[in-house]
């Protein structure tokens, strides 16, 4: 214990609490004031992103919202969560490539497959070198321990597909700003509830949600001068911090099945219940793309927000929709987290196919 520490508790306060204020403090005021400079000098080297088919906007908006985001993450983490870098060797360095690649692509496109080669070496780097992976499914599908080699693939494929699917929600004002916002604080009560051990995951989540505000006011502001968007920097760097915070969740439960603390038997199914959006996404635009006969890779405007907006809803009105429905299947499954555990899995499919192919729908039934 430091004499900072001894100090700060001596004065009746605790050492946690100072750092999750502080932490989630800190790191909304460098993405709020960061921010404003970077879309300066955005705007001012044209770095900004084209309005394209895709696109659901109509002028161009600086995206290098990403690097506010990374910014506040790597001064706040080493200092206020810095047990997690003893603990996770290979998670700062994880987020240095993921950050260099993004900033790469947001500025001059990379080629799909350089990403993913950079995809790959993270996800190894924070499975195999940090130890983070899947290691039981609890009895999902039948399967309980998974063998070292067989969990280090899946482990690695759910990181590299968790950084992609959330990249892809990232197509209106405030989607994938607001998910990450909601999701970290599902995952950080989460991890408060599960004792002291995980304080520095905690604080974590804190940093990502107080990052994820400070963006949020820029990219929902009515003000085009004021707009600014993650870009691929944000959404790996988060998509992969997702995938982190959702693995550690299921481990802590593994960690403590032989104890009478509390063990959860569905902790793999309430993971996926609540990183299920981006994708549940994907699955529906990759299955639409192969019903017309199309490359799965092709640019298209089939994703649940691009729908929503073609019934006429604003971009807020999107993701608040999308949100208060995502929220509806966390309440259902935490409600009925005691079920058998594939049972629990089939109703959250259930609720959040439909929740995806409603406004498919409610399309077709507006037309005729």
């Not at 949100?323 to 959250?348: E, K």
Request: proline residues 2%.
């Amino acid at each position: 214990m430091s004499n900072f520490q001894v100090f700060i508790e001596s004065q009746g306060l605790s050492f946690f609490y100072f750092k999750i204020i502080l932490g989630f403090s800190f790191s909304f005021l460098i993405t709020y004031v960061s921010i404003p400079a970077i879309i300066k000098i955005s705007r001012r080297k044209n770095l900004m992103d084209e309005p394209g088919t895709r696109s659901s906007h109509l002028s161009k908006i600086p995206n290098l919202g990403g690097v506010a985001i990374f910014f506040s993450l790597g001064v706040c983490a080493p200092i206020f969560a810095y047990e997690l870098f003893d603990r996770y060797k290979f998670l700062f360095a994880s987020l240095i490539i993921l950050f260099f690649i993004g900033v790469m692509d947001d500025i001059m496109v990379l080629q799909a497959y350089k990403k993913l080669l950079a995809q790959v070496l993270v996800s190894a780097l924070i499975v195999v070198g940090s130890d983070v992976r899947i290691r039981s499914l609890f009895g999902l599908f039948g399967i309980y321990e998974i063998n070292y080699f067989v969990s280090i693939i899946i482990s690695i494929l759910t990181f590299i597909g968790l950084i992609n699917a959330f990249n892809l929600i990232d197509g209106i004002d405030g989607l994938a700003g607001s998910y990450t916002l909601v999701t970290s604080a599902l995952f950080g009560v989460s991890f408060y509830r599960l004792g002291h051990a995980n304080d520095p995951l905690v604080i974590l989540c804190a940093i990502i949600i107080a990052a994820s505000f400070g963006f949020l006011i820029y990219n929902l502001s009515n003000k085009r001068s004021s707009k600014i968007f993650m870009g691929d920097t944000g959404s790996m760097i988060l998509g992969f911090l997702l995938a982190f915070t959702g693995i550690s969740f299921i481990e802590i439960f593994i960690a403590k099945r032989d104890e009478v603390f509390y063990h959860l038997q569905s902790a793999p199914v309430i993971a996926v219940a609540i990183l299920i959006l981006p994708i549940i996404d994907t699955i529906t635009v990759i299955a639409t793309r192969i019903y017309h006969g199309k490359s799965v890779f092709s640019a298209d405007r089939n994703h649940i927000h691009h729908k929503l907006l073609n019934l006429g809803l604003t971009h807020r009105r999107s993701t608040a929709y999308i949100i208060a429905y995502f929220l509806l299947i966390i309440v259902v499954s935490y409600f009925l987290r005691h079920l058998d555990v594939n049972f629990l899995l089939l109703i959250v499919l259930v609720l959040e196919f439909l929740g995806a192919y409603l406004p498919i729908f409610l399309l077709k039934f507006k037309k005729d």
